[in-house]
């Protein structure tokens, strides 16, 4: 049974950081380019980050890049989502996926405000 679990969020000021996981179980999590992806209330679901199988290429969506950093331990099935000097607009429902049978967890809610 394939399952990712986010964890992580919560309410947080502007300025402040959170890390968030996801823990993978039921595939081969070191054979997955892993993703992070948002979606604010009233949107669409966008790109966050995404980190490559050995973690040696990541990528970031224009808004988060010098603020967000993506990790993965694959010894222990996980990649994190390092944020830090967080914006309102951060505010979102946050989803890990593994990319290559576009496999999604069921999301961590991040609030940030004052």
């Known amino acids: 049974q394939v399952q990712l679990v986010e964890s992580g969020g919560g309410l947080v000021q502007p300025g402040g950081s959170l890390r968030l996981s996801c823990v993978a179980s039921?595939?081969?999590?070191?054979?997955?380019?892993m993703s992070w992806y948002r979606q604010a209330p009233g949107k669409g679901r966008e790109f966050v980050a995404t980190?490559?199988?050995?973690?040696?290429?990541?990528n970031y969506a224009d808004s988060v890049k010098g603020r967000f950093t993506i990790s993965r331990d694959n010894a222990k099935n996980t990649v994190y989502l390092q944020m830090n000097g967080l914006k309102v607009e951060d505010t979102a429902v946050y989803y890990c996926?593994?990319?290559?049978?576009?496999?999604w967890g069921q999301g961590t809610q991040v609030i940030v405000s004052s």
């Open positions: 996926k593994a990319e290559l049978r576009s496999y």
């Open positions: 039921g595939f081969t999590f070191s054979s997955n380019q």
């Open positions: 980190i490559t199988i050995t973690g040696g290429s990541t």
